[in-house]
């Protein structure tokens, strides 16, 4: 193995998914499993299960039946007021204080204890977002510090801080605290680890498998929304079923010394030693032949000092936006990411509110997404990631439109809702791949990192754009099929990025795909007009800023 060039020819002979890659990957898509769970939790712990106000004078707890019911509570559009009571004497309508919940399907929660209710129903919603805030903080402070610091160190103690966050949430019993300490979850429970973890697992395996384990990831979230049903099913105490969730941030806290660093990351930081010792390492365990002396590869550091400072100042977020091209498919991925998330939410909201067990919903919401997965993981190597993301979210705006222009609520429109729903989850699970893949070494986890930000963007501003159908019900699905379509046609002038190798320094992103767009080469991965030059490992290292 003398003589290898750059760091893509020593990990070539690691194979694409040997043994080490597997047990590695293994150890990264725990922090799916964690994210979708931790994401999802307040669905349950803090749930507002149907409720109608209290009764003055009734001491019995009959949610339905009792026949006050008719006399003290208001009936309007076809359903009771869960808000206002009778006044019999000075027959008025007053706001009530006091409320009864159906305990048929949740004994307590957050929602029951301080009333998420009526005039109080922003206290709900703000925990909610407050969470999706700290996502967003995550994804904006922890994705550079994991490109600057390396992505073993963020997720590691990222999962640690999401144990004592996860289960010191279910302690909170003031209102205030307990929406600060919802926001710090949402830093580490969401982002923290999830973003490195996946980022950790496209930067060790190989071309062929990058599909799969990437969209394994996107069915590990999925699964932890199962995992969030099936506990709530089981504990109906909203205080042990917290802790139920928080500890399964101990799935991750024996990575500290478990799981390696990323080469790819070490090597484009001068830390070559290092990243020979884990390529060794992963060629003793794959079983191959191949062996390295680590001693070849002293660090550049220590070589050449005046390069110190180069590595200490070395790229971020900002680097992203600093060079032309790269700047233009920043934009272009992150409508991707905002127009995808939207897109989602949106459609969900159509679908109406679905009566029945909640727990069987929810976990009947993340199963539905496998198939998709399953699907995507078989064209996406055939296909290539331009074609699929760029189809699905044409075609995904397409369906919002037709099932705007449908009757609401008939069969055909909910199918239509349901078929754009299934496309554009494939479309958001492929984005994951091929933001990892676009973006170089340096800047990678940042670029995951702006992206996840644009989705949680978007997230919150979906439920403002739902109160635009006051105006008009078809406004809300018009306005995210024109976004989806926008965004995907813009995905068409995007380079593909199958079978090609991942660009390590700003240099090579820059230089990567240049003159491949969907219209000068074949959907699917055709060879672009201008492959970036192999660099001498000299050159491997992130440019000064």
């Known amino acids: 193995m003398e003589g290898a060039h750059d760091i893509d020819a020593l990990m070539g002979h690691m194979g694409d998914f040997g043994k080490y890659q597997a047990w590695q990957f293994s150890l990264h898509i725990l922090s799916a499993v964690t994210a979708g769970l931790n994401m999802l939790s307040l669905v349950t712990v803090a749930a507002v299960p149907e409720h109608r106000c209290w009764i003055p004078g009734e001491n019995g707890t009959n949610f339905q039946n009792d026949p006050l019911i008719s006399t003290h509570i208001p009936y309007k559009n076809d359903k009771w007021d869960t808000c206002h009571l009778i006044n019999i004497t000075q027959n008025e309508?007053?706001?009530?204080?006091?409320?009864?919940?159906?305990?048929?399907?949740?004994?307590?929660?957050?929602?029951?204890?301080?009333?998420?209710?009526?005039?109080r129903r922003w206290m709900g919603a703000v925990a909610q977002s407050m969470y999706m805030f700290g996502v967003f903080t995550g994804a904006v402070t922890l994705g550079n510090m994991a490109d600057k610091h390396g992505r073993k160190p963020v997720f590691c103690w990222s999962a640690l801080m999401q144990l004592f966050l996860g289960i010191g949430v279910a302690f909170s019993s003031n209102y205030y605290v307990f929406i600060l300490i919802r926001y710090l979850y949402g830093i580490f429970g969401s982002a923290g680890s999830y973003i490195p973890g996946f980022v950790l697992t496209m930067e060790l395996v190989g071309p062929s498998k990058r599909s799969m384990c990437g969209i394994s990831f996107q069915a590990a979230f999925a699964f932890g929304i199962m995992l969030v049903a099936a506990w709530g099913y089981i504990i109906k105490d909203r205080f042990t079923l917290q802790i139920i969730y928080?500890?399964?941030?101990?799935?991750?806290?024996?990575?500290?010394?478990?799981?390696?660093?990323?080469?790819?990351?070490?090597?484009?930081?001068?830390r070559k030693k290092e990243s020979a010792?884990?390529?060794?390492?992963?060629?003793?365990?794959?079983?191959?032949?191949?062996?390295?002396?680590?001693?070849?590869?002293?660090?550049?550091?220590?070589?050449?000092?005046?390069?110190?400072?180069?590595?200490?100042?070395?790229?971020?977020?900002?680097?992203?936006?600093?060079?032309?091209?790269?700047?233009?498919?920043?934009?272009?991925?992150?409508?991707?990411?905002?127009?995808?998330?939207?897109?989602?939410?949106?459609?969900?909201?159509?679908?109406?509110?679905?009566?029945?067990n909640p727990y069987l919903i929810l976990f009947v919401m993340g199963i539905v997404e496998i198939p998709s997965y399953i699907i995507t993981v078989y064209v996406m190597d055939k296909l290539g990631r331009r074609s699929i993301t760029a189809a699905n979210m044409i075609v995904g705006g397409l369906c919002c439109i037709i099932a705007a222009n449908l009757t609401m609520g008939s069969s055909t429109s909910i199918w239509f809702v349901f078929k754009g729903k299934f496309l554009i989850a494939s479309s958001f699970a492929v984005i994951y791949n091929y933001s990892a893949e676009l973006f170089p070494t340096v800047i990678r986890n940042s670029a995951m990192g702006l992206g996840s930000m644009c989705a949680r963007t978007s997230g919150a501003l979906t439920p403002l754009i739902i109160l635009f159908d006051s105006f008009d019900p078809k406004l809300p699905s018009m306005i995210f099929a024109v976004i989806s379509l926008i965004s995907g046609f813009l995905c068409l002038f995007l380079p593909e990025t199958l079978n090609k190798a991942m660009p390590q320094t700003i240099e090579d992103g820059e230089n990567f795909g240049i003159g491949d767009t969907c219209f000068t080469t074949c959907c699917g991965g055709g060879k672009t007009l201008k492959e970036p030059a192999e660099l001498p490992i000299d050159e491997m290292e992130p440019l000064k800023t």
């Open 277 to 356: 010792t884990i390529i060794q390492k992963a060629l003793k365990m794959n079983g191959s032949s191949e062996n390295i002396d680590p001693s070849n590869y002293e660090d550049k550091a220590l070589e050449q000092p005046e390069e110190r400072v180069e590595r200490e100042n070395s790229a971020g977020m900002m680097d992203l936006f600093k060079t032309p091209r790269l700047r233009k498919m920043t934009l272009n991925v992150c409508l991707a990411w905002f127009a995808n998330s939207l897109v989602y939410y949106g459609l969900s909201f159509n679908t109406g509110s679905l009566k029945g």
């Open 93 to 119: 309508t007053y706001k009530c204080d006091f409320w009864l919940y159906d305990s048929t399907y949740y004994k307590s929660s957050r929602g029951i204890e301080w009333n998420f209710v009526c005039d």
């Open 246 to 270: 928080g500890c399964h941030a101990l799935l991750l806290i024996g990575h500290f010394w478990v799981m390696d660093e990323s080469p790819r990351w070490l090597w484009a930081n001068g």
